[in-house]
């Protein structure tokens, strides 16, 4: 789920699950609010700039590394796909 800040996105909120699953639209609802007041909650504590990374976009659609600030230890894999 997007983390969007002043209509720019400022991280990503990533939920899995052990079995693969289709989250239901409550759940999904459920996320986005979550993801809404995160973004109030690392904008008042100042965690991404103003002018930073997040108003990059990529030029091609080749693979990229994108660095970032994990907020809670885990690991993740997946595609960032701007749309």
């Keep these: ?3 969007i800040r002043r209509e720019r996105a400022v991280g990503v909120l ?3 699950h ?7 639209e409550v ?3 459920a996320l986005q ?3 809404m007041v ?3 909650l690392i904008a008042n504590a100042e965690l991404v ?4 990374a997040a108003t990059m976009r990529p030029q091609s659609t ?4 994108i660095a970032g600030l994990k907020l809670v230890d885990g690991m993740a894999s997946g595609y960032a796909v701007f749309h």
């Design 14 to 16: 990533s939920v899995q």
């Design 1 to 3: 789920v997007p983390i």
């Design 49 to 52: 700039d103003a002018s930073g």
């Design 38 to 40: 995160l973004s109030e």
């Design 62 to 65: 080749a693979p990229m590394r």
């Design 27 to 29: 759940e999904i609802e």
């Design 18 to 24: 052990v079995d693969p699953r289709k989250y239901d």
């Design 33 to 35: 609010t979550v993801a």
